[in-house]
């Protein structure tokens, strides 16, 4: 990283509120499959904005081999877009870690009707 793209303290300062946009944003991208926005179901694992205002994603799935992965990518992207000084949306998309249940946020459990339990992993969303 170049010295012109280190954030100081008034940067971040600065950027806060266009965070809290594209995070607001984000719970606006629903899972096709489960009634819960990305954001909440913890299917973003990596958020950050540049000076430039260009945000760059780093998602997951709740499956690798999600048949709807381009259309929720596409709507990410987007819906990020949209949020006015964004200047870009960056996804990259991966595997690692596998998304389990844990991820979920507080908000998707009780939505959800979930009790947290460790080791739970997706194929129990769908019972």
Known sequence: ????????????????????????????????????????????????????????ILMTFTAPNCPMADQVMAEVKESVEAVPGVTKCHIELTFEPAWDRSMLSEEARIDLGLDYEPEDDYSKLND
Do not use: C, F, H, W
Not at 7 to 27: F, G, M, R, S
């Open 1 to 56: 990283m170049s010295k012109d793209q280190v954030l100081t303290a008034q940067d971040v300062q600065e950027l806060q509120p266009l965070y809290a946009a594209v995070i607001a944003a984000l719970k606006e991208v629903y899972d096709p499959e489960i009634p819960v926005n990305i954001y909440d179901l913890g299917l973003i694992y990596e958020l950050t904005i540049g000076k430039d205002r260009e945000v760059s």
